[in-house]
């Protein structure tokens, strides 16, 4: 399979080939153009990792296991949503959350409300809305010592 | 009715607002459009930011301990 290269702006230049490559089925909102993207995890950086885009190589999220910070946490996905990914098994499915970082690297927050799901029996994945109001945008993952119990 | 199964009623009309509801199955995802545009909003915050992203792997070991 022939090997392909993408210049990654935290990573360098990365080889890969088709094989490697997580396709979004339904697409990170606000990104359609870009569907394709490698998913580089780094053993001692989980529980992020990140989604390179592999055909605008500008284009990468930090993302995070949200169960690391949050064990409550719940997804529920529509059959609509599922049959997308062609997803029979919730356990095929592997659960993401964006990550924005702020100037203050400490205040970092997750997006808990569109998670991103991927099917790792045939890489298939998506970014999908959750109809769970407690759930916001922006949740800060690092609880400040002082707010304790919050 | 929108399509074969997903039907919008009117709830109640009032002065100044009508108040619309949707019936659909359980599996159509319905979102007020606000969300989406927040949705977006943070994804592209999020996405184009490799110098943040790089400073911030200096922090994640200190980090995991405070978990």
């Known amino acids: 399979m022939k090997k392909k290269v993408v210049n990654s702006p935290v990573f360098g230049q990365i080889e890969y080939t088709e094989n490697d490559l997580v396709e979004f089925k339904k697409p990170i909102l606000g990104f359609e153009e870009c569907l394709k993207y490698l998913h580089i995890v780094k053993e001692e950086n989980l529980p ?3 989604f ?3 055909d605008d190589s500008n284009i990468l999220f930090m993302v995070t296991d949200p169960f690391f910070f949050f064990k409550d946490y719940e997804i529920k996905i529509s059959d609509s949503e599922s049959q997308s990914l062609q997803l029979k098994n919730p356990e095929d499915g ?7 970082i702020p100037s203050d690297p400490k205040k970092i927050t997750t997006n808990l409300k569109a998670p991103i799901v991927v099917n790792i029996k045939n890489k298939y994945a998506g970014q999908f809305v959750l109809n769970n109001d407690k759930y916001m945008t922006k949740t800060p993952i690092l609880k400040e010592e002082n707010n304790a119990g919050v | 009715m929108v399509g074969d199964n997903i039907e919008i009623v009117i ?3 009032g002065k100044e607002a009508v108040k ?6 359980k599996s159509v995802p319905i979102h007020r459009k606000e969300v989406f545009v927040e949705i977006e909003k943070q994804n592209r915050e999020a996405a184009l930011s490799a110098s943040r992203m790089k400073d911030f792997t200096q922090l994640i070991p200190e980090l995991k301990q405070k978990k």
Do not use: D, E, M, R
């Open chain 2, 20 to 25: 619309i509801g949707i019936n659909a199955p």
């Open chain 1, 94 to 100: 592997l659960i993401f959350t964006i990550v924005s």
């Open chain 2, 11 to 13: 709830v109640n009309v």
């Open chain 1, 48 to 50: 992020f990792s990140w």
């Open chain 1, 52 to 54: 390179q885009a592999v």
